[in-house]
């Protein structure tokens, strides 16, 4: 007789669960678009979320401690001439959020500390480049200023931000739409899914592929991917029959995955949400009511399923908080901004723990928002592993009201580096001149006219 032994993790036993209904954000009209993206972003200040707007795009950007009902006229981010269909935060500052538009542009955006009053329609940054709409963005993670854009013109670019230029640009790679772009731990490559039911691990700066795998789910709907902390990819995809795949990939031995396993027969796209501290993968699909989370280890079968979130609603979207912005002394491991028709709802992953002290095994050290190298340095080729903090002192003063350190302001580095602010005292001279004989030519307008005036 064998006997089963179940196998031990300290995350068996994780449960999600909604917050009370005066915790969530009703009344926002949640974008129709049917892109394939999160629509939302979050970091430890903010939560932001694509809207439907008249004549436009745009998205709402709200402090995290302003929940219940949004009013109607809550001022937005709204420059865009197209649908927004990709936003997110920079992981080295608070205050800055990225958007990409049907109108083919990138925009880089400022919120104000506290929020916003009025509504943005300046970006600090316009990003051109793209020839067709952007739908993906992602912030390089230990590169301060570095920013990938991928569009459905089957092009990534990596932006100098600080500059507002395309530093690189990689065209001859993908024969058709991009799915997904991401970056490893310390932004040494991307990973991209493309509608060529390829997957392919690129050097960013050379733009040359390293590694590339054909056809790693046969179906033919979109593939999503993540690194792993250990370099190898996780992918969903679909099978021939259209059943929802999750596979685990050695990209170093692309011929075979190391595990596939098939989940359902839903039709909705499974997004991943990847987190390198604890090894646990959530897959949230679109259109979906659950999230299901599993384990990824070094021992078959590699995928290890754990458990499983329901609710009622089907989910739109999902924005995905930052390890530092979590409450860790109530055991928090992950905590997601589900979006339905006219609301979004946090949704809180914790693993029941009843002692007060910090846990060590549950909280390694996570990422910071200290970058490890500026946008010109890593252009230059520096690449630098990322900067941990520990979560010990923000468990002692609480999560909440703990500052990390920012960089330096992306205001202040765009607008000088830009050349849109004077820097010499001489073409402060010549525009103060400029203005002066302005004015003189209106003031003789203005007598002339009423010169004319008095003769009728």
């Given at each position: 007789?064998?006997?089963?032994?179940?196998?031990?993790?300290?995350?068996?036993?994780?449960?999600?669960?909604?917050?009370?209904?005066?915790?969530?954000?009703?009344?926002?009209?949640?974008?129709?678009?049917t892109w394939?993206s999160n629509?939302?972003?979050?970091?430890?200040?903010?939560?932001?979320?694509?809207?439907?707007?008249?004549?436009?795009?745009?998205?709402?950007?709200?402090p995290l401690?302003?929940?219940?009902?949004?009013?109607?006229?809550?001022?937005?981010?709204?420059?865009?001439?197209?649908?927004?269909?990709?936003?997110?935060?920079?992981?080295?500052n608070?205050?800055?959020?990225?958007?990409?538009?049907?109108?083919?542009?990138v925009?880089?955006?400022?919120?104000?500390?506290?929020?916003?009053?009025?509504?943005?329609?300046e970006?600090?940054?316009?990003l051109?480049?793209h020839s067709?709409?952007?739908?993906?963005?992602?912030?390089h993670?230990?590169?301060?200023?570095?920013?990938m854009?991928?569009?459905c013109?089957?092009?990534?670019?990596?932006?100098?931000?600080?500059?507002g230029?395309?530093?690189?640009?990689?065209?001859?790679?993908?024969?058709?739409?991009?799915?997904?772009?991401?970056?490893?731990r310390?932004?040494?490559?991307?990973?991209?899914?493309?509608?060529?039911?390829?997957l392919?691990?690129?050097?960013?700066?050379?733009?040359?592929?390293?590694?590339e795998?054909?056809?790693?789910?046969?179906?033919?709907?979109?593939?999503?991917?993540?690194?792993?902390?250990?370099?190898?990819?996780l992918?969903?995809?679909?099978?021939?029959m259209?059943?929802?795949?999750?596979?685990?990939?050695?990209?170093?031995?692309?011929?075979?995955?190391?595990t596939?396993?098939?989940?359902?027969?839903?039709?909705?796209?499974?997004?991943?949400?990847?987190?390198p501290d604890?090894?646990?993968?959530y897959?949230?699909?679109?259109?979906?009511s659950?999230?299901?989370?599993?384990e990824?280890?070094?021992?078959?079968?590699?995928i290890?399923?754990l458990?499983?979130?329901?609710?009622?609603?089907?989910?739109?979207?999902m924005?995905?908080?930052?390890?530092?912005?979590?409450?860790i002394?109530?055991?928090e491991?992950?905590?997601?901004?589900?979006l339905h028709?006219?609301?979004?709802e946090p949704?809180?992953?914790?693993?029941?723990?009843?002692s007060?002290?910090?846990?060590?095994?549950?909280?390694?050290?996570?990422?910071?928002?200290e970058?490890?190298?500026?946008?010109?340095?890593?252009?230059?080729?520096?690449d630098?592993?990322?900067?941990?903090?520990?979560?010990?002192?923000?468990?002692?003063?609480?999560t909440?009201?703990?500052?990390?350190?920012?960089?330096?302001?992306?205001?202040?580095?765009?607008t000088?580096?830009?050349?849109?602010?004077?820097?010499?005292?001489?073409e402060?001279?010549?525009?103060?001149k400029?203005?002066?004989?302005?004015k003189?030519?209106i003031?003789?307008?203005?007598?002339?006219?009423?010169?004319?005036?008095?003769?009728?």
């Open positions: 007789m064998s006997r089963k032994v179940v196998r031990t993790s300290k995350f068996r036993h994780v449960f999600g669960q909604a917050v009370k209904a005066d915790q969530c954000y009703d009344d926002i009209r949640i974008s129709q678009m394939d629509f939302c972003s979050v970091n430890p200040k903010f939560v932001a979320m694509i809207v439907d707007a008249s004549g436009g795009g745009a998205f709402i950007v709200l401690n302003k929940t219940g009902r949004i009013d109607m006229s809550y001022p937005t981010v709204c420059g865009h001439t197209g649908p927004v269909l990709d936003i997110e935060f920079c992981p080295h608070d205050n800055i959020i990225a958007s990409g538009s049907e109108d083919c542009s925009m880089i955006w400022e919120i104000p500390e506290g929020g916003l009053t009025t509504s943005l329609t970006p600090v940054v316009k051109d480049g067709k709409r952007v739908g993906i963005l992602s912030w993670p230990t590169a301060h200023n570095v920013l854009s991928a569009g013109d089957n092009v990534v670019i990596l932006w100098n931000v600080a500059r230029e395309a530093a690189v640009r990689i065209d001859s790679v993908h024969t058709d739409l991009i799915y997904c772009a991401c970056w490893n310390d932004g040494s490559q991307i990973l991209t899914s493309c509608k060529d039911k390829a392919r691990v690129l050097d960013p700066r050379k733009g040359t592929v390293l590694y795998r054909e056809k790693p789910h046969e179906g033919s709907r979109p593939i999503r991917a993540v690194f792993t902390s250990d370099g190898k990819i992918s969903t995809g679909f099978s021939r259209s059943e929802r795949q999750v596979a685990l990939w050695d990209p170093k031995n692309f011929s075979e995955p190391l596939l396993q098939e989940l359902d027969t839903s039709s909705g796209v499974l997004l991943p949400f990847y987190d604890t090894n646990v993968v897959l949230c699909g679109k259109g979906d659950s999230i299901r989370y599993f990824v280890t070094d021992e078959a079968p590699y290890h399923y458990s499983i979130y329901s609710s009622k609603e089907s989910q739109k979207g924005g995905w908080m930052p390890k530092r912005g979590l409450e002394n109530k055991c491991i992950a905590r997601f901004y589900k028709e006219r609301k979004c949704i809180v992953m914790t693993v029941p723990r009843k007060d002290l910090f846990q060590e095994d549950l909280y390694p050290d996570t990422l910071g928002s970058p490890s190298a500026e946008a010109d340095e890593w252009f230059a080729g520096k630098a592993p990322p900067v941990l903090i520990s979560l010990k002192e923000g468990f002692a003063t609480t909440k009201s703990k500052e990390f350190k920012v960089h330096k302001s992306l205001l202040k580095t765009t000088a580096s830009a050349g849109t602010q004077p820097d010499s005292s001489g402060v001279q010549s525009l103060k400029e203005v002066k004989d302005l003189a030519a003031e003789e307008l203005t007598k002339r006219v009423m010169e004319l005036e008095s003769k009728h």
